[in-house]
């Protein structure tokens, strides 16, 4: 007999999949559902505070690039998680599973599909995810993170359900705050690189600050994410130009970073562009150009059609290009003020209740 209430949740072990994970999982527990997580091993050390009932790691790997051999690895371990995970879901007996993408998940949803347990997939991006589209066919609704989603297999689109990025308790709080005004005279700019890089934000934006005027360089006050090896050259970098600069590897307080920012640069992974929407604030996205399925530029549109992003190929985002553009950020800051409001309008800041509807109604609670 299945567990009256418990859901579990499957998400891989990094923020973009950790974060909504963790909003669902608090709106269920509001509800009264009991939660727990299927996730690998990445997920153990940063998962320990995760609103979860248990914490379950499932074998899993990636089989994408490298040689046969590490492919057949990476299939061998799958079907290792597969069995891990079907022992797991006729343990707990779950009502339903909601399985946030990526290889990760692949063991937990495909073992729920194998016992008849429902399976609710929650895509993030604007572009389908490879292991999401290979599940697809299994699940009883498919929740997006955007209006559209490219690479939908066929004959599918009636079961999808647009409900936006579940969004962190961090992120609900920073978005109650309004957009800064100007009465201090300085532009607040915030950088971030995402999980996959800032190097190239290191690379451009000190020597776009370099090109502006000593006038215009007064009235900054950036806050920037750097690489470890990175962080000596760009502090210094900002020294030099008398620009008041704060440098860290990680901002624990990232969302309320945002909050405070006039204009943030950085990349465009579903998690960004949802959190700068809901949360209000104008951008410059560069999307990671090596994204397997062009994910991050397909998201980062999406934000541009409102007005609220700029979105420039990293091969084009130059120190001449930025420049320009931070010129013009310090010329009109009423422009600023437009953006942010048409980011406010594409933010969706109830998507984990609208998502908790879909699971509760997928497991019959």
Known sequence: MQTDNLILVAAGGTGGHLFPAEALSVALNKRGARVELATDERALNYGRDFPADAIHEIASATPMGGSALAKARAGLKLVLGVGQ?????GQIKPRAVVSFGGYPTVPPALAASLRGIPLVLHE????????????????????????????????????VVHVGNPLRPAVL???????????????????????????????????????LSKEQREKLAIVQQARGEDLARVRDAYARLQVEAEIEPFFTDLPLRIARAHLTIGRSGASTVSE?????????????????????AANAAHLARTGAAEVVRQTAFTPDWLAQRLAKALDDPGDLTRRAQAAKSAGIPDAAERLADLAIEAAGL
């Open 85 to 89: 995970a079907y022992a797991l879901l």
């Open 173 to 211: 709080e920073a978005a109650a705050r309004p957009y800064p005004g100007f009465a201090e005279g300085k532009l607040r700019l915030l950088v971030t690189g995402g999980s996959q890089g800032a190097r190239i934000m290191s690379d451009v934006v000190p020597e776009a600050v370099a090109l």
């Open 276 to 296: 700068l929407a809901a949360i209000g604030r104008p951008s410059i996205l560069v999307p990671f150009p090596h994204a397997l399925d062009a994910d991050q």
């Open 124 to 159: 993030q991006n604007a572009v389908m995810g490879r292991a999401n589209k290979f599940l697809s066919r299994r699940a009883k609704i498919i929740a997006s993170g955007f209006p559209q989603i490219d690479g939908l297999p066929q004959n599918l689109a009636a079961r």
